[in-house]
Nanobody
Framework: QVQVEESGGGLVQAGDSVMLSCALSEFDRNYYHIGWFRQAPGMEREGISCITESDSSTFYANPVKGRFIISRDKAKKTMFLQMNNLNREDTAIYYC?????????????????WGQGTQVTVTS
């Protein structure tokens, strides 16, 4: 059974940087799309950064452009989200997800496998 596990969240101060990691296990596909999503209290889950299986296209939501960087290690089936210059609006539960079919890039309903999420809380 496919497992997706995020790590790296926590309590940070505004202006800090944090790197989230995501590991896929029991995952036998070599071609898949990946993404990072977040859900703040009372809000819908939103896609914030995603990358296609070929690494040819990358999406960043406007609130994180220029601050967040998505990357992955295909051989290790691990992906990362480097988050810089965090602010209070970044407080949310962060999820990583994988899609084996081609999704509308970074739209949550197109991703098949999800982690449980990791909390990131930014204080001022």
């Amino acid at each position: 059974q496919v497992q997706v596990e995020e790590s790296g969240g926590g309590l940070v101060q505004a202006g800090d940087s944090v790197m989230l990691s995501c590991a896929l296990s029991e995952f036998d596909r070599n071609y898949y799309h990946i993404g990072w999503f977040r859900q703040a209290p009372g809000m819908e889950r939103e896609g914030i950064s995603c990358i296609t299986e070929s690494d040819s296209s990358t999406f960043y939501a406007n609130p994180v452009k220029g601050r967040f960087i998505i990357s992955r290690d295909k051989a290790k089936k691990t992906m990362f989200l480097q988050m810089n210059n965090l602010n209070r609006e970044d407080t949310a539960i962060y999820y990583c997800a994988a899609a084996t079919r081609t999704p509308v890039l970074c739209r949550p309903d197109g991703y098949d496998f999800w982690g449980q999420g990791t909390q990131v809380t930014v204080t001022s």
